[in-house]
């Protein structure tokens, strides 16, 4: 570690204001490339090793193609189509999230190992309204979180490019009470989460350009920075595929949460359950090398926890995870986090947590 990242660790090396002081020491050939389209513009195009690509995307492909509701989106009545977290039985969409080159780089860049916590799938342009993915998937500190999105085939105006507006990773992070949000605004997030929308979209007017649209050829990928703001474009020809894969990161020794929910003064944080795709196992929660879920336990607080795909819960404060795989073996072997696992069935079922 230099010394610049131990004077200042809380902020990613690409995004470190001592970025220059880096660029000597970390990296070298494509990285260093890398590393300074990621500072300049909050994005960096990459090619990823063909091969391995062309072929998994493929699969791919033709895997998940019965499991989209493609009868709903012919009829015009949604605006998407999407798998997430389709590594949980597809292992090639697993290896694309986990290429081992990739994760190395994004932890070189960012100085924290990268942890590719979730998939999204996509046989269809998303027409995305822009958007940052910080406000979802925040990180304590802040900005570690970067999105890596696949072309499976060639991107053109047609079947929906996706659009980013350089530079504009440098505004502040957007939180509730920089927008005005509190209490009863941010519990009903989903009336008021246009706020952020409006935001972002007059602070990319500032950039003076943009937005960039980036179309890709099969196989290349995108690397986007947390704060970066970024979209999906309208198809123009909505009978055209546009295959892809993004996959999420974090990095280890934070803590995850998604900041639009949060109510921060009122002592509401919902920190996020995530799992390590690459292990299989869940990530704990940790500011400063403190772990949060010990931290509030021996403080008799609750965890609020949120899993990215269900609902938000409260675990009761003396909830003890390893005191529940313990006393619940089953829970081990299924490899589904403890927190989880309580929330969704062991609460229901009366499943001892704690010993007597
Ligand atoms: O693929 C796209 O059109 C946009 C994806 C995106 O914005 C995201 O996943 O955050």
């Not at 970067?146 to 490019?161: K, L, P, Q, R, Y």
């Not at 960039?212 to 703001?229: C, D, H, R, T, Y």
């Not at 009761?316 to 073996?329: G, I, K």
Request: net charge negative; charged share 25%.
């Amino acid at each position: 570690m230099n010394k610049y990242q131990k004077l200042y660790p809380g902020i990613p090396l690409i995004e470190n204001p001592f970025f220059d002081q880096f660029c000597n020491d970390e990296w070298s050939g494509e990285v260093l490339r890398i590393a300074k389209d990621l500072n300049k513009n909050g994005f960096a195009v990459v090619d990823l090793l063909k091969d391995d690509v062309f072929n998994l995307s493929d699969e791919i492909i033709s895997n998940l193609d019965n499991k989209y509701e493609w009868e709903a989106w012919k009829k015009g009545e949604i605006e998407s189509l999407r798998i997430q977290d389709a590594w949980r039985f597809d292992a090639s969409v697993k290896k694309i999230a986990t290429q081992q080159n990739l994760i190395n780089t994004l932890s070189s860049l960012y100085g924290r190992k990268a942890i590719p916590f979730q998939t999204l799938n996509f046989p269809v342009g998303t027409q995305q309204a822009l958007h940052c993915d910080y406000a979802h998937f925040s990180s304590i500190p802040e900005r570690f979180m970067c999105g890596v999105w696949v072309a499976f085939e060639d991107m053109t105006d047609e079947n929906g490019a996706l659009f980013y507006y350089p530079g504009s990773h440098k505004f502040k992070t957007m939180n509730n009470e920089d927008i005005g949000r509190s209490g009863n605004s941010i519990k009903n997030s989903h009336d008021t989460y246009s706020s952020f929308i409006e935001l972002w979209e007059q602070l990319a007017t500032l950039i003076g350009k943009g937005p960039e649209n980036f179309f890709a050829k099969k196989g290349q990928a995108v690397i986007w920075a947390s704060n970066l703001i970024h979209g999906g474009s309208k198809m123009k020809n909505k009978e055209l595929t546009r295959n892809s894969q993004v996959t999420h990161y974090f990095f280890e020794d934070c803590a995850y949460t998604t900041t639009c929910s949060n109510d921060v003064f009122a002592g509401q944080v919902r920190y996020l359950d995530i799992t390590n795709i690459l292990t299989g196992k869940n990530v704990p929660n940790i500011v400063s090398g403190e772990i949060i879920e010990d931290f509030l336990r021996e403080k008799l607080l609750p965890l609020h926890i949120k899993n990215p795909t269900s609902e938000d819960v409260v675990i009761p404060a003396d909830f003890d995870p390893r005191v529940y795989l313990e006393l619940n073996p089953d829970v081990g072997l299924s490899g589904e986090s403890p927190y989880l696992h309580y929330s969704n069935f062991g609460k229901r079922e009366g499943r001892r947590y704690k010993k007597q």
